[in-house]
């Protein structure tokens, strides 16, 4: 996200010098041209400066519509990554995975829980899933909005869950709306709160 800003910031700092500077100058110069005479350089009527000054223009301003061009790419990227990581987490819960529940779920971990209870800390997290209380026999989330901001992306969709075995409404199926809020650490992406909220069950 830091390169995607740097990018877009270039393009715009440019993108106001070509619309400012450039009509300064021809305001300035209008109908005069340098003419090389006796080894000094003199100012002329005649030639008009946007003979000169066109060329300047078009270079510029391609060279930033370029830049800008490049952002949604970065975004495109950044947003993929971020949906892998959701993808990943759901495979690691449907597996009972815990080593990569422990890489992807940060320490502090905060989780408004359907359950009507606020589950505090990826140790609990982690307890839950060893007590056979987090279990599922299906997730299918629908992501609907990512946003990134530097640093941290928040998720929100809605998903579609089948508990199994000793988890709250085992054998129904539930569908939540949820928000994901992942923070980057050190180059990697944690969870680090997490809000799931029952609409229907059947």
């Known amino acids: 996200m830091k390169v995607a800003n740097c990018v877009l910031l270039a393009a715009y700092l440019i993108a106001n ?3 400012i500077i450039v009509p300064a100058l021809v305001m300035s110069f209008r109908g005069h041209t340098v003419v090389q005479a006796n080894g000094r350089q003199t100012l002329a009527r005649g ?5 000169l000054t066109w060329p300047v223009t078009t270079v510029l301003s391609l060279f930033a ?7 949604p790419n970065n975004n495109d990227a950044l947003e993929a990554e971020i949906r892998r990581l959701e993808s990943e987490q759901i495979t690691a819960v449907l597996k009972n995975d815990l080593p990569t529940i422990d890489r992807l779920f940060a320490d502090e971990l905060i989780v408004n829980a359907p359950s009507n209870r606020v589950v505090r800390g990826k140790k609990e997290v982690m307890a839950l899933v060893r ?6 026999a299906a997730i299918d989330a629908e992501i609907e909005a990512v946003l990134r901001r530097g640093d941290m992306a928040v998720v929100m969709g809605l998903e579609t869950v089948k ?6 409404f085992a ?8 928000t994901n809020v992942w ?8 969870l680090i709160a997490r809000q799931a909220t029952i609409i229907s069950r059947d």
Do not use: C, E, H
């Open 171 to 178: 054998g129904q199926t539930l569908r939540r709306r949820f």
């Open 65 to 71: 519509s370029s830049l800008m061009a490049q952002a």
């Open 163 to 168: 508990p199994r075995g000793k988890a709250r």
């Open 47 to 51: 030639a008009p400066i946007m003979k």
């Open 131 to 136: 007590a056979g209380i987090l279990d599922y």
């Open 183 to 190: 923070i980057k650490r050190n180059g990697q992406w944690q």
């Open 17 to 19: 010098a070509v619309a």
